[in-house]
């Protein structure tokens, strides 16, 4: 199966960067994605890597590096409405159905 | 965009009586969907993987005979939570996607809750 990893809880300043990371492991690596999600609400997507690199979207930017099981989500500009859950997801070959399988979630406070 | 609905949105039941939860793709046909479950500051939980024409696939810990799920057609998945508990209490998401390689979408949502 897949162990996905983000830190629970981070913390930050409207108008600054903030780099939310996310580590894995799994065998069929297909592709991670990023998902915003506030509280009560279902999870938006905001980014897809399946190649190494940096994908840019605007204030967000993901990265991917395959070797190291690594992925991270970059936030510029912050603003108070980007306090929310910020979920890494994985896809894997091997379940068939390309099932996504999500870590824990890191939930990003904004403060003015 | 791709467009997925889900029915209804909060509901309140007894405990030992059966809710359905039904979950639509709008736009699109999908043969595949997915439904989750979220406790309070918890991630989703992949509970099974919904076929359409077929039976469902369960993850491991998730009881196929309390959690029914049905894909009739292309654009409707239901989960019906059988005899529910208090412990059943949380919010269930389903989601699909609209091509081979393009991202879930998710429905809005179903808080349940169980007295």
């Known amino acids: 199966g897949q162990n996905i990893d983000q830190p629970t809880e981070m913390t930050a300043t409207e108008g600054a960067i903030v780099q939310i990371n996310c580590t894995y492991q799994?065998?069929?690596?297909?592709?991670l994605f990023w998902y915003q999600q506030h509280a009560g609400e279902a999870p938006t997507f905001l980014s897809y890597?399946?190649?190494?690199g940096l994908e840019e979207k605007g204030r967000f930017s993901s990265f991917l590096s395959r070797s190291k099981g690594y992925s991270y989500l970059l936030l510029k500009e912050l603003q108070m409405k980007d306090s929310a859950s910020y979920l890494c997801?994985?896809?894997?070959?091997?379940?068939?159905?390309?099932?996504?399988?999500f870590g824990t979630g890191t939930r990003l406070l904004v403060s003015p | 965009g791709a467009v997925v609905s889900q029915h209804p949105s909060r509901v309140i039941c007894k405990s030992g009586t059966s809710v359905k939860i039904e979950c639509r793709s709008l736009?699109?046909?999908?043969?595949?969907m997915f439904w989750y479950r979220q406790f309070p500051k918890q991630s989703l939980m992949l509970m099974a993987t919904?076929?359409?024409?077929?039976?469902?696939?369960?993850e491991q810990g998730v009881e196929k005979d309390k959690f029914l799920i049905n894909h009739a057609s292309l654009t409707l998945s239901t989960l019906t939570v059988t005899s529910a508990h208090p412990e059943d209490s949380s919010f269930y998401i389903c989601?699909?996607?609209?091509?081979?390689?393009?991202?879930?979408?998710f429905g809005n949502g179903t808080r349940l809750t169980v007295t």
């Open positions: 997801a994985v896809r894997d070959w091997n379940t068939g159905f390309q099932k996504l399988v």
């Open positions: 919904s076929n359409e024409g077929s039976k469902a696939t369960y």
């Open positions: 736009d699109f046909q999908a043969t595949t």
């Open positions: 989601s699909a996607r609209d091509g081979g390689n393009s991202p879930l979408h």
């Open positions: 890597n399946v190649l190494d």
């Open positions: 799994t065998s069929g690596f297909n592709g």
